[in-house]
């Protein structure tokens, strides 16, 4: 009985540190997540400011851009932005799945794809996808450096010479609250403002218009299209990174708290039952006692 005590006391002891852990985990991912969500809403201004530009000199100008029409090409590049590390619950599953509907729904496409993160390999492999580049040493949120490196393989495949892709896909997790996040698929190259403004959760608004029309663009207007298409571009992958940021770490917070939850729930049933078990070799002890003093007298 004092061996069962002494084991009971030990699991108690290995779920106490586990429940640590976790609960410690879980104020991380609370930390990391909000601020994912600040970075994403300061630049917004520069994204709005960047879409008002573009969508004044490629819709109401009718100037176009490499990045702003089809390729020629008849092949699909699918970035697929997945997490380093587990321990987040369903996160990557759900962006595994998105990525097997998108392939099975091109079946007539060939389909090659540039990896963010870890388990994005591993996504692509289960896929068969063919892995052109992969990005798996990034830092905590993402620098300018490092997401320029994404959009220049991005690019450089896309457009270099002998290309065959025609467009180019994004697999990412859309942030929608701290307790709601969904995996999709959108498009990224053609860029369409309409998609590049929703992704950078940019609102219209009645009579916010700027009569851009009346500018006069130095030195020409086809020149500043063509430096502000490759500065949207990495502008939208910026948020649809942080939005993948931010939802693992939602994901991470929850699987986290449902975790500590259930030590706490198995950590008061081992104390019940060693409760038992001590309360049982107490009476063992008493009974014990009484028997050898009812044999000697």
């Known amino acids: 009985m004092a061996m069962q005590t002494k084991t009971i006391k030990q699991k108690m002891t290995s779920v106490s540190n ?12 609370v930390s990391k997540m909000k601020r994912s969500v600040e970075k994403r809403h300061a630049s917004s201004t520069f994204a709005e400011r960047s879409f008002e530009l573009l969508e004044n000199l490629h819709l109401h100008k009718n100037l176009t851009h490499p990045y702003l029409e089809p390729g020629t090409g008849d092949r699909t590049l699918l970035v697929i932005i997945a997490s380093n590390k587990g321990l987040c619950g369903g996160y990557n599953m759900n962006v595994s799945k998105e990525v097997t509907r998108f392939v099975n729904e091109h079946q007539e496409n060939s389909i090659d794809a540039i990896v963010v993160g870890k388990q994005s390999e591993r996504i692509a492999r289960r896929n068969n996808l063919s892995v052109i580049a992969s990005f798996t040493e990034l830092s905590d ?49 053609p860029l369409q403002v309409d998609v590049a403004k929703k992704l ?18 130095e030195p020409s207007e086809q020149e500043v299209l063509d430096a502000a298409v490759p500065a949207v571009l990495m502008t939208v992958l910026y948020q649809l990174l942080l939005e993948s940021l931010a939802s693992e770490h939602s994901a ?40 050898g003093s009812s044999a000697i007298s």
């Open 141 to 189: 949120y993402f620098t300018a450096g490092e997401v320029r490196s994404i959009l220049r393989a991005i690019t450089d495949v896309y457009s270099g010479e002998g290309s065959s892709y025609a467009n180019v896909a994004v697999a990412y997790t859309r942030f929608v609250s701290s307790l709601e996040f969904k995996a999709e698929v959108t498009p990224l190259i």
């Open 200 to 217: 950078a959760h940019i609102k219209e608004v009645a009579g916010d218009k700027r009569p851009l029309t009346l500018y006069t663009f």
């Open 252 to 291: 991470r917070v929850m699987a986290m708290r449902n975790a500590s939850d259930n030590a706490g729930e198995m950590l008061a049933d081992l104390k019940l039952n060693y409760n038992r078990a001590r309360q049982a070799a107490i009476t063992q002890e008493i009974s014990e006692i009484v028997g």
């Open 18 to 29: 586990i429940k640590k852990i976790t609960k410690a985990m879980e104020m991380i991912s």
